[in-house]
């Protein structure tokens, strides 16, 4: 891979057209995948209510996974505060909850499956260095020198000229140049698999073939399916839901926008989180507003229509 020459192309055939019930090839298979690190966020919620009802719609699991691979950020408990929010609102799973740090020698077989064919390398690079190369792409520094003393990162080796091409289906044909993105950590400096690796791995493990997440993660995409194809996993079909954003179109703030338990307002809570995915209800149904959470969600994923936000970003209501 690293020592190809002229482009190489990854291309994922895919219509990016919305499904409809009748069309999946394979049962429809999704997931939810909090991080355990507080209250449900509300950007977090809506990409949980948009998976669970594009899911729900096309007749398929949702399942759920925990990544709590990060334990230096955890918060104790709040990986069952999430569940029970879930729970409250009627966002009800299939099967048992994955959690990752229950899984840490599958990730270290894919890291070191990786390594054995070339994959990967070892970085040494100073955080300020790393910080600097956040926006630009990491610039390749210690991708073809010894690797330094303890403690280092280590990185996938993406190739130097690299078109990776897909349809997603809610934002349409994306296309990423991959050498601009740089070689992605798959192992961080404290020994934590990352994220770019383990959501690979647990994505083929649990056999998810369609992933709808927020926007905030289409530029992941490009690397997990370079992952994807390293390791020889099947690719799921994905759908990038509108990123949540302040008034002012800055990046949510997480400890203003937690979703409290608070069974009160699971409702409202509700009604926010479609609102912001463009899926109000309509003044044909008056009360609906007013029944249980559960009663909302079958209005929902009956009415399930991607094509009120495809392509937009979301915006919160509230100053």
């Given at each position: ?238 759908a990038h839901l509108p990123l949540v954003v302040e008034p002012d179109g800055a990046k949510l703030a997480k400890s203003r926008r937690s979703v409290a338990l608070d069974r009160s307002q699971n409702a409202a809570h509700l009604l926010a989180a479609l609102k912001l995915l463009g899926q109000e209800l309509p003044p044909s149904h008056p009360g609906l507003n007013l029944e249980a959470p559960t009663v909302i969600l079958d209005w929902a994923v009956a009415h399930w229509d991607p094509a009120a936000f ?10």
């Amino acid at each position: 891979m690293s020592g190809s020459t002229g482009t190489a192309t990854t291309a994922i055939v895919d219509s990016g057209e919305p499904l409809k019930p009748e069309q999946a090839a394979a049962p429809y298979i999704g997931r939810f995948a909090p991080s355990p690190t507080g209250s449900l966020h509300l950007g977090s919620l809506v990409a949980g209510v948009g998976s669970f009802l594009d899911a729900r719609h096309h007749g398929g699991r949702w399942l759920m996974r925990m990544e709590d691979l990060d334990t230096a950020r955890v918060i104790p408990g709040s990986a069952d505060q999430i569940l029970r929010t879930l729970e409250a609102l009627g966002l009800t799973w299939d099967g048992e909850v994955l959690y990752q740090s229950h899984h840490l020698d599958r990730y270290q077989a894919a890291l070191d499956e990786l390594t054995r064919q070339g994959f990967t390398f070892e970085c040494s690079c100073s955080r300020r260095l790393r910080q600097e190369s956040e926006d630009s792409g990491y610039p390749g520094t210690c991708r073809n020198k010894a690797a330094g003393p303890p403690p280092t990162a280590t990185r996938f080796r993406v190739e130097e000229e690299q078109t990776v091409r897909f349809s997603d289906r809610f934002q349409g044909e994306c296309q990423f140049e991959l050498h601009s993105l740089g070689d992605v950590v798959i192992r961080r400096r404290d020994g934590v698999i990352a994220y770019q690796l383990a959501v690979v791995v647990d994505d083929a493990f649990q056999e998810i073939n369609y992933v709808v997440r927020g926007a905030d993660l289409l530029a992941s995409t490009p690397w997990q399916l370079s992952l994807q194809r390293a390791l020889g996993l099947p690719s799921p079909r994905y759908a990038h839901l509108p990123l949540v954003v302040e008034p002012d179109g800055a990046k949510l703030a997480k400890s203003r926008r937690s979703v409290a338990l608070d069974r009160s307002q699971n409702a409202a809570h509700l009604l926010a989180a479609l609102k912001l995915l463009g899926q109000e209800l309509p003044p044909s149904h008056p009360g609906l507003n007013l029944e249980a959470p559960t009663v909302i969600l079958d209005w929902a994923v009956a009415h399930w229509d991607p094509a009120a936000f495809r392509g937009t970003r979301a915006r919160c209501c509230e100053k």
